[in-house]
């Protein structure tokens, strides 16, 4: 029997905002599944989920919510001859603009056939499947598919060709809007290589992912970072790689079009091998070639007195620009939540970061189920791996939970989709208590009173001329005063509606500081 599990719900204390926040468990028949894919729909959201029968083994499972969390229908795909499954937490949904139909992309194979081919399933937006196409002709290179992105002139195909010794070759394969094969091309990579993404970027595409020399490479976290542009006919344009030594060793896991032309790639790196930090950085558009990078949560000394402060994993899985400014990257983090647990003193929680324009970190939440925190000593997991954004400023974000429970079909554990809908500022519900713990970019700065009615006083990190801004829950600039030469003053907010705010403060020597400030 089917089941959805709605944690919490609240309203946005935004005045602007008028849609619901929710954190919702989704479960299917008792199937272990993780989120994977999400798309903004007139009527919610429409979603894919990496899943396993209980009795016809992997499976993709169609889900579509409404903006309110609750559940519109949902399908698994597979049936007892064949397996519709889905390889990783990849955008498998291919839908453009003006169409009517959303593509799922996955693996199909027979009953008890390890080979796999691309499957593309076309479904309407109320749910109702109308084909699902195998590109059999491909059971030759072997291919599993990865993501794709679907255009006007047709569907590209990002697969991994298993032909070449060691998975070493990227294999692009162009299909037309109906999902008929046309062409494919493979490139040989090198070494192992795990694909990640695939953007449009207007005048072609470009593939990220990592790429490994042996299986000591990959569990050591020596791999390196592989980026590659293609012309729409397939043609290669130009190559990155980086290093571990240099930067990413996780891979490239998103990637954007900025407005210079340029492309700015995010991903995750290794530290020391003690650590994961986000990274991000710009490319070239004519070269490829790095331009800078920047790594955010700088590995910290291990302090067991400290956990609030040690930011020993933070990895991201899904990165994409904003319509109304700024960036999110959804991912894991680690954090005391569970005392006595398996993985103790850090927890495995999903997170959510946000930056400005100019890649300053805004703000940092983290979000785990209410049940999460009431588990006995075992091991949980929390993450987040695709998200979109709401017409309102609002964030809808798609993961997966991990937790013993001791009961049901998954021989006691629980492993289901999660979906969350937060605010502007990474709010779950109102007042901004996010989860069990909520994290503020904040160096020493202090506001105070909080919540306030007419006037705040700052006290700034260090004497600095001062640039303060206030930005309403859209992301909109509400106020704006600059103080010379200034460690405390204070700031008029009685002409502001009531509502969340964040404060950013910049100083001459590029001192950022990031607070919340709630007015009555």
């Known amino acids: 029997m089917m089941k959805q599990i709605i944690i919490s719900l609240s309203i946005c204390l935004c005045k602007l905002s008028i849609a619901q ?282 302090d067991p007195d400290n956990l609030d402060d040690f930011n020993s994993v933070n990895r991201i899985h899904g990165f994409k620009k904003l319509q109304s400014g700024g960036y999110i990257g959804v991912g894991e983090c680690m954090h005391e939540i569970i005392p006595g647990s398996s993985a103790d003193p850090l927890d495995n929680a999903a997170l959510m970061m946000k930056l400005d324009d100019e890649y300053n970190l805004l703000w940092k939440r983290i979000y785990v189920p209410i049940s999460y925190a009431e588990l006995e000593a075992s091991q949980a997991q929390c993450q987040l791996n695709d998200f979109v954004e709401n017409d309102d400023g609002s964030i809808t974000a798609i993961g997966r939970v991990y937790m013993y429970t001791g009961t049901g079909p998954q021989g006691g554990y629980i492993q289901d989709s999660y979906l969350i809908r937060v605010d502007s500022l990474g709010c779950l519900v109102s007042g901004c208590s996010v989860g069990m713990t909520e994290f503020e970019s904040v160096q020493n700065l202090l506001v105070y009173p909080n919540p306030a009615t007419s006037t705040i006083t700052i006290e700034f990190p260090q004497r600095d001329n001062w640039d303060v801004e206030i930005y309403d829950c859209q992301g909109q600039l509400a106020a704006h005063e600059k103080y010379r030469q200034s460690v405390k003053n204070n700031f008029d907010i009685h002409n502001l509606p009531s509502g969340i705010y964040t404060i950013k403060c910049r100083g001459e020597n590029g001192t950022l500081s990031i607070n919340k400030l709630i007015k009555e």
């Not at 493979?186 to 695939?198: E, H, L, Q, R």
């Open 21 to 302: 926040q929710f954190e919702v468990l989704y479960d299917h028949n008792g199937f272990s599944n993780d989120g994977g894919s999400i798309v903004k729909t007139d009527a919610g959201y429409f979603t894919t989920h990496l899943a396993t029968d209980p009795v016809l083994s992997y499976t993709t499972l169609v889900a579509a919510f409404d903006e309110q969390g609750a559940l519109l229908w949902d399908t698994s795909l597979s049936n007892p001859t064949e397996t519709f499954s889905q390889p990783n937490w990849n955008v498998n949904i291919l839908v453009n603009q003006t169409s009517q139909f959303y593509w799922i992309l996955g693996n199909h194979s027979l009953a008890g056939d390890t080979e796999l081919l691309p499957f593309l399933n076309k479904f309407t937006i109320d749910g109702q499947p109308i084909e699902i196409i195998v590109l059999d002709t491909l059971v030759n290179q072997r291919p599993d598919a990865w993501g794709g992105i679907l255009n006007e002139s047709g569907m590209y195909l990002l697969c991994r060709d298993r032909t070449l010794g060691g998975n070493h070759e990227l294999l692009i394969a162009k299909c037309s809007l109906d999902g008929q094969y046309e062409w494919h091309l493979t490139y040989d990579t090198g070494f192992t290589f795990k694909p990640k993404c695939i953007v449009d970027v207007g005048d072609g595409f470009i593939v990220g992912g990592s790429r490994y020399a042996t299986l000591t490479d990959q569990g050591n976290g020596d791999g390196q970072q592989y980026i590659r542009k293609f012309n729409y006919s397939g043609v290669s344009q130009w190559t990155n790689t980086m290093a571990y030594a240099d930067n990413i060793n996780l891979g490239a896991i998103g990637i954007v079009k900025l407005d210079n032309g340029n492309y700015l790639f995010a991903g995750t790196k290794y530290i020391d091998y003690v650590s994961m930090q986000p990274l991000i950085g710009e490319l070239d558009a004519a070269t490829g070639d790095t331009l800078w990078t920047k790594i955010y949560f700088e590995s910290e000394p291990y």
